[in-house]
Nanobody, 124 residues
Framework: QVQLVESGGGLVQAGGSLRLSCAAS????????MGWFRQAPGKEREFVSA????????YYTDSMKGRFTISRDNAKNTVYLQMNSLKPEDTAVYYC?????????????????WGQGTQVTVSS
């Protein structure tokens, strides 16, 4: 089993920045990739970004390229999501997810473990 714990969410003004963290514990050696998803009230969960543990290959939703940056610290078993130039429409619960199988994907069904989420609220 793998446990994921997100942190770093909060309230920020439009144009501001936040850095989310996702700490993985347990059988982390079994993981191939980590992803970030978000879900706004009344909307479906959407993919934000993903990264592989080994090579650091990254994948972003087009609308977030240039504003969000995903990174990982293998020694700490932690993945980060740096979010800059935040907009009110970025308001959502942000979830960390982990995938055992090879490949990097934006489909939430392809992830095996999930954190409980961290709230990000961007005020206008």
């Amino acid at each position: 089993q793998v446990q994921l714990v997100e942190s770093g969410g909060g309230l920020v003004q439009a144009g501001g920045s936040l850095r989310l963290s996702c700490a993985a514990s347990g059988r982390t050696f079994s993981l191939h990739a980590m992803g970030w998803f978000r879900q706004a009230p009344g909307k479906e969960r959407e993919f934000v970004s993903a990264i592989t543990w080994s090579g650091g290959n990254t994948y972003y939703t087009d609308s977030m390229k240039g504003r969000f940056t995903i990174s990982r610290d293998n020694a700490k078993n932690t993945v980060y999501l740096q979010m800059n130039s935040l907009k009110p429409e970025d308001t959502a619960v942000y979830y960390c997810a982990a995938r055992r199988r090879e490949g990097i994907t934006a489909t939430d069904l392809n992830y095996d473990y999930w954190g409980q989420g961290t709230q990000v609220t961007v005020s206008s």
